[in-house]
């Protein structure tokens, strides 16, 4: 049975193609079969059995596991829920991806484990979990000073330029949000989650979707009301990300009243008026660089403008970041639409602590309706050229 699920993961490692498959075979073939291939035995033991203590969160995926390995190696194990419906596809979909990437910006993944029904993946430990937990549950409080937030904006930005531009094809991530930015022993940012991600393989620039997965407050309105996709959908969950890391706050907090309530709405309104570092996290005691944070607020209203086309893509974004020459123009005016459940069915596809994501299987009336008649002017600019899905894509 294991050497059948060898040889079968093999194939997918070959149908993957590159260097990186090959060397994978031999290191398997050199270490009797075990390569990237896990047993479910060690995985037990490194986590005690999957021991409550040892669980460092839950998703819509299953549970992830700290574990240590008995060459002292911690790990970290992301369990398939059984009776998820999604999983077995973002499953097979996460573990072609990762082993064609590699990046200081994204997370590792070491290797999986098949058992039955039961599928594993195997990734490096980072001990500092989410960014989500430094910025939103103040575990560590004053741990993330300016520099790291500055370091940790740029590290994404790297992270999703490599993804859009120089991986050895387009990957477009579709679920950029706090609970997927992990972070290592010196706090540098690595992307993970990648069971929701999509391949562009050409030189499309937008497709058609009938299957929108993500999470809300993140998403980009023409992807979330018509099923455009593209790079610009990551873009615009980063920039969501930036005013999350510079505010210190959530992008949906009912809790601090209507016109607070949306991050992204608050922002654009202070923006407006002259005031948006009055958006700087308090707890940042006013310790900060404010050209670095205004540059932050600007970007992040830039990469949510309503209108795809004026959206600067990451390649652009890395330089406004990295220079200190670079002109940034003025924002126009976001994309607020489509961001919160409105109407939309929950099946918690997102992997973070109390985030809420979706999936739809089909388009209800309404959204066939908008498509077609082009309401809320959400979409202003798009190809109407849908490019050739890869056979990874998931959601046809």
Not at 6 to 14: P, T, V
Request: charged share 25%; glycine share 10%.
């Amino acid at each position: 049975m294991v050497r059948r699920l060898f040889s079968g993961l093999m194939a997918l490692l070959k149908m993957c193609g590159g260097q990186a498959a090959s060397r994978k075979e031999e290191s398997a073939k050199d270490d009797g079969d075990r390569g990237i291939i896990f047993d479910l035995q060690e995985l037990e033991t490194a986590t005690d059995f999957f021991s409550e203590k040892n669980r460092l969160g839950t998703g819509g995926f299953g549970p992830v596991y700290k574990g240590l390995m008995t060459n002292g190696e911690e790990i970290a194990v992301k369990k398939l829920s059984v009776n998820s419906r999604q999983g077995s596809r973002e499953f097979t979909n996460e573990v072609k991806l990762l082993l064609r990437i590699q990046h200081k910006n994204l997370v590792s993944l070491l290797g999986c484990c098949f058992h039955g029904p039961e599928k594993m993946l195997v990734y490096e430990y980072l001990p500092n979990r989410s960014l989500d937990y430094f910025l939103f549950d103040k575990i560590k409080p004053g741990s993330l000073d300016w520099h790291h937030r500055w370091r940790i904006i740029i590290g994404v930005a790297r992270g999703l330029l490599y993804l859009h531009e120089e991986a050895p094809i387009r990957i477009i991530h579709r679920d950029i949000k706090a609970s997927n930015i992990l972070l290592d022993n010196d706090l540098n940012p690595k992307i993970s989650d990648f069971g929701l991600a999509r391949l562009f393989p050409g030189d499309g620039t937008h497709t058609n979707t009938f299957k929108i997965s993500g999470t809300y407050g993140y998403m980009a309105p023409e992807y979330a009301l018509h099923g455009l996709l593209s790079v610009k959908s990551d873009v615009f969950s980063y920039g969501v990300l930036v005013l999350e890391i510079v505010s210190g706050r959530k992008n949906q907090n009912t809790h601090l009243g209507p016109e607070m309530a949306d991050l992204l709405h608050y922002a654009w309104k202070m923006y407006q008026e002259g005031k948006i570092l009055e958006l700087v996290d308090q707890s940042l005691a006013g310790v900060y660089n404010r050209d670095e944070a205004a540059t932050c607020f600007l970007i992040g209203l830039l990469c949510c403008q309503q209108i795809t086309s004026n959206r600067p893509d990451m390649n652009t974004v890395h330089q406004m970041l990295s220079s200190d020459s670079f002109d940034l123009p003025k924002p126009g005016r976001p994309g607020f639409q489509g961001r919160r459940e409105d109407g939309y069915t929950s099946t918690g596809t997102g992997t973070g602590a109390g985030s809420r994501s979706f999936g739809l299987g089909g388009e209800p009336n309404s959204f066939k309706n908008r498509r077609s008649s082009g309401q809320n002017g959400l979409v202003e600019e798009h190809s109407r050229t849908s490019i050739s899905m890869s056979s990874f894509a998931e959601g046809r």
